[in-house]
């Protein structure tokens, strides 16, 4: 399934929205532009700038957060550290924030501040990452276990199922690295029995992704398949590394390594042009700040929202600890790479 384009998405709220619709309700859709003035204030926090994929989203939030008129108090980023998301948090309580937005990257660290937010009544919608612990008013994010499925499949799929395969992990502390681990492990001890997943945790850094790679390339010269958990991540020193050892062959080739990603970022879209990787699941960037703010408007306002599908093309689930709104996140190959509704082509490079 695909995503709606943004400007679809925000008519179809705007629509909603006129019509006067109050709580209960289980539209998911955007508010209507207009001034900030009189809203209730929203603090947002950035997980890190070292992902092209991140990066794209912080700009969807600063072009949304205008475009619909919100109240956002200055946008803080963490930098993939939990101590600074705390403090950053505590900055956005003592300037009265009324609902905040993060995308926790220790899924399992930031519980008790969640339990802070939570006694101060100040609702948390959770972008991309799944708390373990700890209210959330709101969860946006992707069937990450989909993404280790389809990765696998795809992967399975171009090896004939034999061979071996390299995994470059995310963080294991993260829900979605033990998602989409646990997830590719499953579907090919089932599937492709006949393939050797060769994990390799990274903590969602590209020098150390890099540098377990080339020592796996060094000892399996029959290396079949690469999966990147994160391609705004592990994309350019992947593609450096097999350039550099003269394994970067055009899909298609003999020789060629067949390397399936996720993130679905424009230079992901490039390479599988290129022919240097072959797929990625994309992750919808866009969507994921459209609906971050939505729902934080809608927390701060007292506005609730129950369990089902949505108006565009989503399901809400229940959680222990709260709700998730489970984005689409399509697989993109050669096929449909140039497809207008993929966010990525519709981001700058």
Not at 12 to 23: D, E, K, M, R, Y
Request: hydrophobic fraction near 40%; charge should be neutral.
């Amino acid at each position: 399934m695909k995503p709606r384009t943004s400007r679809t998405v925000a008519a179809a709220a705007t629509a909603v929205l006129l019509l006067g619709l109050g709580t209960a309700c289980n539209r998911g859709s955007a508010s209507s532009g207009g001034s900030a003035a009189g809203k209730p204030a929203i603090g947002v926090d950035l997980p890190r700038a070292d992902s092209d994929f991140w990066n794209s989203y912080a700009q969807y939030v600063k072009q949304d957060a205008s475009a619909e008129g919100l109240n956002t108090l200055p946008v803080s980023n963490s930098q993939n550290d939990v101590t600074k998301l705390v403090a950053n948090v505590q900055v956005f309580q003592n300037t009265g924030a009324k609902a905040v937005v993060m995308a926790p990257q220790d899924t399992g660290a930031i519980a008790s501040t969640l339990d802070q937010l939570s006694a101060k009544k100040i609702p948390v919608v959770s972008v991309d990452t799944r708390p373990d612990k700890g209210d959330v008013y709101m969860v946006v994010r992707a069937d990450n276990k989909a993404y280790g499925t389809k990765a696998c499949e795809f992967l399975g799929q171009q090896l004939g199922g034999k061979g071996k395969v390299a995994e470059l992990q995310g963080a294991l502390s993260s829900v979605n690295g033990r998602d989409r681990s646990e997830a590719f492990a499953a579907c090919m001890k089932e599937k492709f029995p006949g393939i050797q997943v060769i994990e390799l945790a990274t903590d969602w850094k590209g020098d150390v992704a890099s540098a377990k790679l080339q020592s796996t390339l060094a000892a399996n010269a029959d290396l079949g398949g690469i999966y990147l958990q994160a391609g705004g991540v592990f994309l350019q020193p992947t593609i450096a590394l097999l350039q550099q050892k003269g394994l970067l062959k055009p899909a298609g080739q003999p020789g060629h390594i067949a390397v399936v990603s996720n993130d679905g970022i424009p230079q992901e879209f490039d390479a599988i042009r290129k022919g240097d990787i072959d797929a990625t699941v994309s992750q919808p960037a866009d969507l994921y700040a459209k609906y971050a703010l939505y729902y934080a408007q809608a927390a701060a306002e007292g506005k609730t929202f129950q369990a089902g599908p949505t108006d565009h093309g989503s399901t809400i689930i229940s959680l222990p600890n709260g709700l998730e709104d489970q984005l689409p996140a399509p697989l993109v190959t050669k096929d449909n790479v140039d497809d207008k509704a993929l966010w990525g082509n519709n981001v700058g490079k």
